[in-house]
């Protein structure tokens, strides 16, 4: 019974590079969230979505990141052009429905480091 | 606005003694309130939370926590640490949307022999 799935769990880019993390939910959840960990502070939610659709991006970075969960295949995180600050854990949590009470089933992360 | 404070952010307790991790939250309507744990490297998994009903809420590992509105604390204790326990232990808040969980910055629980 496979969980929030991530890959990948670790990725280096140089400044200016392309990052693309990617997040398959557990099985039968169609919904998906996307939160930022910097060091030494708690998640800090990025984004919601459903299948083809984003129902809130409240805490998106107004330039450089995009997200996106298509009808087939697992939800992207992009983050173009990366800086020093973009280096992060970037955790993926699903639930099966709208999850009003924020139980949410974590994946163990893509930890960026941007060189 | 919703916040959640958590004092201390490194705990340290003896193997089988008493483990507290204090959380406060302010929230301006009436609080869900969560606690997960973050073993090294991994995601966060849910110990337990508080929606509504009983407010002394059981949760996995002999791990639980009080809501007590009056302090507008959610304490989280368990009576005898175990090695295994030693995570980050994060408090988190919501006013009713996932989109809304708004989570501390975490206390490390360091178990010692």
């Known amino acids: 019974n496979a969980g929030v799935m991530q890959n990948p769990r670790h990725l280096v880019r140089r400044r200016g590079q392309e990052a693309r993390l990617r997040c398959s939910p557990m099985k039968g959840h169609s919904h998906v969230y996307w939160y930022r960990q910097l060091p030494e502070e708690g998640l800090k939610f990025m984004v919601y979505?459903?299948?083809?659709?984003?129902?809130?991006e409240s805490g998106m970075p107004k330039e450089r990141f995009s997200a996106e969960f298509p009808k087939e295949g697992p939800s992207i995180l992009r983050i173009q052009q990366v800086v020093r600050g973009d280096s992060a854990a970037y955790f993926c949590a699903s639930s099966p429905g709208r999850a009003g009470t924020g139980e949410l089933f974590f994946g163990e992360g893509s930890r960026l480091t941007v060189l | 606005a919703q916040s959640v404070t958590q004092l201390g952010s490194h705990v340290s307790v003896s193997e089988g003694a008493l483990v507290l991790l204090r959380c406060n939250y302010s929230?301006?309507?009436?609080?869900?309130l969560f606690w997960y744990v973050q073993y090294p490297n991994q995601g966060l998994q849910l110990l337990l939370k508080?929606?509504?009903?009983?407010?002394l809420v059981k949760g996995i590992n002999g791990f639980e926590a009080e809501f007590k509105k009056s302090e507008t604390s959610f304490h989280l204790t368990k009576p005898s640490a175990h090695m295994s326990d030693a995570a980050e232990y994060f408090c988190a808040v919501s006013s009713g949307s996932a989109r809304q969980l708004t989570f501390g910055s975490g206390t490390q629980l360091t178990v010692l022999p």
């Open positions: 508080y929606t509504t009903g009983a407010t």
């Open positions: 929230s301006s309507v009436p609080p869900y």
């Open positions: 979505l459903q299948k083809e659709n984003i129902i809130d």
